[in-house]
């Protein structure tokens, strides 16, 4: 057995530690490319998710490697993520291969059931190992968002330039190279250590951002672009509003990420939307009006085409533009999106953001005279 | 009291519930006028270009009967069967429409979520009905009277009526049933989209005047849906997904259906799903022709008919030739 899985930011990192750790084979996906996408367009319904593309494109680049089964996880609707797999079994059967699709889920959070579906799935009986080897590499994924967290937001301030990239490059060219968590934690530690001794410097004219909408394309930075480091270079600090590993903990065990956070976003939703909409559209709701409490200066709301769940929000969005005061940018990604008509949309959101804070400022002096 | 209600989305289903219960009530019941080229336009004016059409329609209706009424009901029908849903959209109707339109009446918007259970079906219904009158067992008794114009209604589907059929003369119902000797079409898609006459272009009646029975998913029962559903590794949690690609799996190896279209509205992301299940299977396991046809507000007419057209020929042909073709295949296998 070969097990593969589906691609979506860098939680192939430690997934495959989790793999090496169990001695299971397991083929990592090449890294999301224009080949990916190219692959996934050509054979997925025209009128699917971008995810579901490049999904596709990891399993078939993954099969043409030597992959004979395919790890995923699900969920009980109503947006369609949940029936990507039995999509994916047909196409790749009228193309021909034989692969298995497993689906990871530990349904109304029972945990052992997910337990048991992996131990089936390993073929060995060590529960005790799988769900040791499981919680060192769900630390290990915690860690990187961590890391990743913290490029986003000091990147802008950075003394020498680029200084920050090269740790974090580092990092990751290291981690894709070892087997096992035990080597990939070492390399973790080291990079902590380096990333104290950055110099930063104090800019008042630093834009704050926050990054809402659609979890994968909010992760996943081959399919957004990017936008994160596109924005730090703009002089802007980023936050995105999901990670990795709370969506590990949400599709993995159907549990609910950060338990407080997770109740303020809700509860700052509520007049808005009253209930869920699928995905993660009233999170989208409930963290603009959070971002905008917390004085950021705008928003970023990014989702798929034809993403259900997100076209509620985006409904949403302009009443919360005008109670709160804060622009908001809704980019809607496929596989058509260019790069170059994107660039030039960011840029030109964030001179407005720049604007409007000098506005802002100019009156508050005036006032004050 | 004036009590609006849109025609739109899952109203064909529930026209005899929802008004009767109404009026049994003692209230008013405006009906949005049927969908026109107006309430297209202004639901398209209002709602995000990425809407699907049946969306952007329903809020059409709902400003057709802004002015008209005091109330506007809008219910949030999140899940009308235990573990499975309708549409994320659906989930956020109201909310929608209570940020996309603007000076709106009152909006009746009861949360009709059923994905764990109908235990709550009581209170909605009080909950509904405290809009008109304090006297829970007038509501209690007009939702139980509703409920039977409702049950008539969906033993009418069953016969192979359609909701368009129900406003005509008796004759011509006659004439809608199906009858034997014609060829039969299994017509699949969300119900708000192959009902509407306006959106769906008039297909049932296009299709009939080609000589042709046309049955819809509604038209199957629990018992041919069910197994074939059951069959899938994941259990599928769209009520409509179920039922469209419970009929066409079950359609696949009924000689008596010639064919079998799906009518879908652009971006909406069950559509996309279930055709490509229902369009991968229909090649795989059946020789039946099989059309996708995709609306939204940009669709011309002209062009739906010319494939229209060309999929009943091909369907008269394959029973002009094929079916030749295949007892002389039984011969050959005989021998
Ligand atoms: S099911 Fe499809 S057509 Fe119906 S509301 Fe949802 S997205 Fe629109």
Redesign the pocket.
């Known amino acids: 057995m070969k097990i593969t899985f589906p691609h979506m930011g860098n939680t192939y990192l430690p997934v495959k530690a989790m793999f090496d750790d169990l001695g299971v084979d397991v083929i990592t996906p090449p890294i999301n490319s224009k080949k990916t996408l190219e692959i996934g367009t050509k054979y997925a319904p025209e009128q699917i998710c971008l995810p579901m593309k490049i999904n596709l494109g990891n399993y078939i680049q993954s099969i043409e490697k030597g992959a004979d089964t395919i790890v995923v996880t699900g969920s009980c609707g109503p947006c369609r993520y949940g029936y990507f797999m039995e999509v994916e079994r047909e196409i790749l059967k009228d193309l021909g291969y034989e692969v298995e699709i497993i689906s990871l889920e530990a349904p109304d959070g029972d945990i052992k059931e997910f337990y048991n579906r992996v131990s089936q799935m390993l073929e060995t009986k060590n529960i005790f190992k799988i769900v040791k080897t499981f919680k060192n590499a769900f630390g290990i994924l915690k860690k990187i968002d961590e890391i990743e967290e913290k490029v986003l937001k000091y990147r802008p301030y950075e003394k020498n330039k680029g200084e920050i990239d090269k740790i974090y490059n580092h990092l990751i060219d290291q981690l894709r190279k070892s087997t096992g968590s035990k080597e990939m934690l070492q390399y973790i530690k080291e990079a902590e250590k380096n990333f104290m001794n950055v110099a930063l410097e104090k800019r008042q004219d630093v834009l704050k951002v926050g990054i809402i909408g659609e979890i994968y394309t909010i992760i996943e930075d081959f399919s957004n672009i990017d936008i994160g480091k596109k924005l730090n270079n703009l002089g802007v600090e980023v936050h995105k509003s999901h990670s990795t590993s709370g969506w590990v903990l949400e599709h993995l065990f159907y549990e609910s990420i950060g338990r407080s956070r997770e109740k303020d976003i809700r509860k700052a939703a509520a007049p808005y939307v009253k209930t869920m909409v699928g995905g993660h559209g009233r999170e989208t709701v409930g963290n603009a009006i959070l971002y905008a409490k917390e004085g950021y200066d705008g928003l970023i709301h990014i989702m798929p085409f034809t993403c259900?769940p997100e076209i509620v929000a985006m409904s949403i969005l302009p009443k919360i533009q005008n109670d709160y005061h804060i622009p908001i940018l809704t980019l809607i990604i496929d596989e058509m999106t260019g790069e170059a008509g994107y660039i030039t949309r960011l840029e030109a959101y964030i001179d407005l953001l720049r604007n409007r804070r000098d506005k802002f400022q100019n009156e508050k002096m005036l006032s004050w005279s | 009291m004036k009590i609006g209600i849109p025609r739109g989305l899952l109203y064909d289903h529930y026209q005899f519930l929802w008004k009767s219960f109404f009026e049994n009530l003692g209230a008013e019941v405006v009906i949005s006028q049927k969908t026109n080229k107006k309430i297209v336009d202004d639901g398209v004016a209002v709602t995000v270009d990425e809407a699907?059409l049946?969306?952007k329609v329903y809020h059409g209706h709902v400003m057709d009967l802004r002015d008209k009424v005091d109330f506007i009901f809008v219910p949030k029908i999140m899940s009308i069967h235990e573990k499975e849903y309708?549409?994320p959209?659906?989930c956020g109707l109201p909310e929608m429409i209570k940020t996309s339109i603007s000076n709106l009446p009152t909006i009746i918007d009861p949360t009709i979520d059923f994905i764990k259970n109908k235990k709550h079906l009581l209170e909605i219904v009080y909950e509904i009905g405290g809009y008109v009158t304090y006297d829970k067992r007038k509501i209690r008794l007009s939702f139980e009277e509703a409920l039977k114009s409702h049950q008539n209604y969906k033993n009418k589907m069953k016969q192979g009526f359609f909701p368009m059929d129900l406003d005509k003369k008796h004759e011509e119902k006659h004439e809608a049933k199906h009858k034997e000797d014609t060829q039969k079409i299994l017509l699949l898609g969300?119900p708000y989209n192959i009902y509407d006459e306006y959106l769906s272009m008039n297909i049932v009646e296009k299709l009939r005047k080609y000589g042709m029975t046309v049955i819809t998913q509604d038209h199957f029962s629990k018992d041919q849906i069910n197994p074939q559903m059951n069959e899938l590794q994941k259990k599928m949690f769209w009520t409509f997904g179920r039922k469209m690609l419970g009929a066409a799996l079950y359609a696949m190896e009924q000689e008596d259906i010639q064919g079998i279209i799906y009518l879908s509205?652009f971006?909406?992301?069950?559509?996309s799903v279930i055709a490509d299940i229902v369009e991968r299977r229909t090649r795989r396991n059946s020789k039946k022709p099989y059309i996708l046809l995709t609306m939204d507000e940009h669709t011309g007419e002209a062009g739906i008919d010319t494939r229209i057209e060309a999929f009943v020929d091909m369907i008269k042909w394959r029973v002009e030739n094929e079916n030749y073709v295949s007892t002389h295949g039984q011969y050959i296998s005989a021998r």
């Open positions: 259900m | 699907c049946p969306v309708i549409c959209k659906f969300h509205s971006g909406c992301g069950i559509d």
